[in-house]
Structure formats: C-alpha cells, structure tokens
C-alpha cells in the first residue's frame, strides 16, 4: 500500500485523519486508471448515475467537501459500498453493453467472465488483460496477451524489413 498523498496528511492535521484513514479500504471502489468500471458505465445508459462521486473514479487521491464531511459522519464508506454494489452488480448481471466488456482468464480458460474490479482478480500492468489472481501469480511466464502483442510487433517488423529489402 502506498504513502498517503497530501490530502491524507493534510485531513490528519485538520482533525479528520481518523475518520478518513479508512480511506484505503475504499480504494476498491476507486476504480478507474484501468480498472474497468468506469469504462463499462462511461459508455452505457448509467453514465449519469456516476456525476456524484464521479472525482473518485478519476483520482483517488481527491475529496470534495462533501466526501469529507460524509467521511467525518461515517457515511462515506456505505454509500461507496452501496455505490459499488448496485454498480457491480448493473455490469455483471444486468447490462449486455456492460458484460461485453469482461474477460476470460486466458491461463485457465474457465467460463466466469471477469472484471477488473472483481476481488479474485489480477490485471496486467503493461496490456490490462484480467486474469484469475491465483492463475496470475501461479503463472511463471509472461501474460499471454503481451506475448501475443509482441509476437505481433515482431512480425510485423520483420514484414515490413523484407519489403524494404525486395
């Protein structure tokens, strides 16, 4: 887990530390820089339904007022909670739009769709493929999308290198 930001700190000075040192525990619900939530509902019919905590999903670093006083009266937390439920379960269960945009593991290749913001679940870093998290860290070798993405670019190269040379 990482440092604080300054805002942390800053709440901490101001009184506000205790209630809103919570805050990494609603880092599951801060979901977005690639993690799948916002990119399902930005792109279907509850968009809209995000304008309140909307600054969540983009930094989860930033706080309105509002976030702060609901932190300071403990209500924060549950309304991320049932923010976070009722969204969950609109892309997994309730939108085709949404569920289209979900993953199969391509270690084990099970059935289950998964989402970036599931709990068993691990995200690549350099092509943001989902994967199951114990068959991600079970796996020894590369993610197999990148390997695929690189087998591509080599490809490619050695293409376009035997064109210049005819």
């Keep these: ?3 604080p930001g300054p805002l942390a700190w800053h709440l901490w000075e101001w009184g506000l530390g205790r209630q809103v040192s919570a805050a990494p ?3 599951w619900w801060k979901v977005g820089h690639g993690r ?8 279907c019919c509850w968009a809209p339904q995000l304008q309140d905590r909307q600054h969540f999903v983009e930094n989860d670093e930033m706080y309105s007022i509002q976030d702060l006083l ?10 991320l909670t049932e923010t976070h439920t009722l969204f969950a379960k609109h892309i997994k269960l309730d939108c085709e739009r949404c569920q289209a945009k979900g ?9 289950d769709v998964l989402f970036p913001f599931d709990s068993h679940t691990s995200v690549c ?19 197999p999308k990148c390997a695929r993405l690189t087998l591509r670019k080599q490809s490619l190269f050695q293409e376009r290198g035997t064109d210049v040379d005819a």
């Design 1 to 3: 887990m990482s440092a």
């Design 25 to 27: 525990r609603w880092a």
């Design 36 to 43: 799948g939530f916002t990119q399902c509902l930005q792109s």
């Design 70 to 79: 609901d932190a300071h009266t403990g209500r924060l937390g549950c309304s």
């Design 103 to 111: 993953f199969v593991c391509e270690l084990c290749r099970e059935g």
């Design 125 to 143: 870093s350099d092509c943001s493929a989902v994967f199951h998290r114990d068959c991600y860290y079970d796996n020894s070798t590369t993610c």
